[in-house]
């Protein structure tokens, strides 16, 4: 008996010779109908009773096209609309979780969702199949049944507000513009050397000290200061509130607290928390780009602070995983003090790398008592990885490999294919643009993220399963503003979305570079400050 996966992907590749809609993520299964149905003003959104939040945020988008508000009813207690969009779950069985069944007839559009995050994801199908404008308040959209779920679970991006903040209505703005690329994973760096961004009521001293430095690196000259104070943090009031947002969006906030590393902001906030038994101990907010020394002493006192910590995170975010960072965490402290050296002795250690292991792992025995899974960059197992740990793969294949042999889950997210700081276009052809267009190094166009297989470190049918997804990374030194920001992540993150969400066999990057030119118009419309697509080499 054949999968529905092998029946769809035959199906659409059938119909591959007419002209496909500009839809991105591409569908599994896409069958041009006869006729059109004709969208207003007048469309109404009919709906299950369960499907009241996500008919709300359709009627919302809906509304910026017609500037009016659709009517929403509950199905339940509504005959039909003359003119509607119909909200409902799917009885089929075997649409496998977030999967939907998107029917556009002449008489209406009908939405079927495995659950709500499918019926959500299906209305942002109908948001693109609409166009970004209306022309004199109407639109036909033709026909078409389409039939579609994800490839991967974990569809992510990764934004660092530590070096550069971004106040809530841009990470709001953020959250929409992944919604409609139907990500639904949002890994929030919240901790830096250079900033703390998280309140913690415990520790009032990480806002009040740590979220603020005294200077950084202006644009165009790196090893130099702009004099300028600067800082910024979040209130767990407005955390719980993009929290809720983006689980209205489906979309799960996964919260990154730095450790061991990285913690030069927490440590100046609280000194006691460092190596403090080292020659030259002065801790300070860092002011300059990179790699800093200062890493948390494996004292218990920093172990109750790091507890006290995660349990006022565990309360703001329900995500079920907890991200603890781990990586670039430099060991010369751990080597100069002596207290360090004391506990590798006591517990019977070989070196600092697996002082890390040891220290991650008593963060991840913890994070299990609170019934959370602890995450972290490939970093975390150089000394011997927890066994319920997932890893983050940010480097290269073998960390993937050596993790996914001892059964361990993985997220791909590696340097060469995610990460979107680095330059689009050659750096020559941004920079002639202004020193504004300044970014971090590399070059990672727009064909080599879309190029990126997940799974190709998978030896067998076992290991492709322990691969829960990818994301991008946009690690934010040159990103001074959400412009910049925008600018650096779209379009790629369509090619990403795609690569995470669409079945191999249908992946076609001229089909993509065809599709997108539609997507476009949608980023014009929604004033998305994105960069363009460039054939320079």
Known sequence: MKTIASLLIAGSLAT?????????PQPVSVQPGEGSFKFS??????????????????????AKLTDSQPKTVVKEL??????????????????????????????????????????FLGTRTLLQLLPAKLAEGSAAIPAVTITDYPRFAWRGMMLDVGRHFHPVPDIKRFIDWMAFHKLNSFHWHLTEDQGWRIEIKKYPKLTEVGAFRESSPPYGNRNSDDGVRYGGFYTQEQLKDVVAYAAARHITVVPEIE??????????????????????????????????????????????????????????FPSKYIHIG?????????????????????????????????????????????????????EIQ????????????????????????????????????????????????????????????????????????????AENPQQEK???????????????????????AFPRIAALAEVAWTPLALKNFDGFSKRLE????????????????????
């Open 16 to 24: 591959s010779a007419a002209e496909p809609p500009a839809l991105i």
């Open 41 to 62: 003003a007048g469309t109404g959104i009919r709906h299950d009773r369960a499907l009241e939040s996500e008919a709300k945020l359709l009627a919302s988008d809906l």
């Open 78 to 119: 509504t005959n039909a609309l003359p003119s509607e969009i119909l909200l409902d779950f799917s009885e089929k069985t075997d649409l496998p979780p977030s999967g939907y069944e998107l029917k556009v007839q002449p008489n209406g559009v009908v939405i079927r969702g495995k659950d709500a995050a499918g019926v």
């Open 259 to 316: 450790m061991p590393g990285h913690a030069a902001a927490a440590i100046a906030a609280y000194p006691e928390l460092g190596n403090t038994d080292i020659p030259g101990y002065s801790p300070k907010v860092m002011t300059r780009w990179g790699v800093h020394p200062y890493i948390f002493s494996p004292k218990e006192e920093t172990f109750t602070f790091l507890e006290d910590v995660l349990s006022e995170v565990c309360d703001l």
């Open 326 to 378: 781990g990586d670039e965490a430099p060991k010369d402290q751990w080597k100069q003090s002596k207290f360090a050296q004391e506990v590798i002795k006591r517990e019977g250690l070989k070196n600092e790398e697996e002082l890390q292991s040891w220290f991650i792992r008593r963060i991840g025995r913890f994070l299990e008592s609170k019934n959370r899974n602890l995450i972290g960059w490939d």
């Open 382 to 457: 150089e000394g011997g990885l927890p066994k319920t740990a997932t890893m983050m793969v940010w480097r290269d294949a073998k960390w993937a490999k050596h993790a996914l042999s001892l059964g361990n889950n993985v997220v791909m997210a590696t340097t060469s294919h995610t990460y979107l700081d680095y330059y689009q276009n050659p750096a020559a052809t941004e920079l002639a643009k202004g020193v504004e267009y300044e970014a971090i190094g590399g070059h990672l166009p727009l064909e080599k993220v879309y190029s990126y297989n997940p799974t190709f470190v």
């Open 466 to 488: 322990q691969i829960l997804g990818t994301q991008a990374q946009l690690w934010s030194e040159y990103f001074k503003d959400m412009k910049k920001v925008e600018y650096h």
């Open 518 to 537: 539609g997507i476009m118009q949608h980023y014009e419309a929604g004033n998305l400050h994105y960069c363009k697509p460039s054939t320079e080499k």
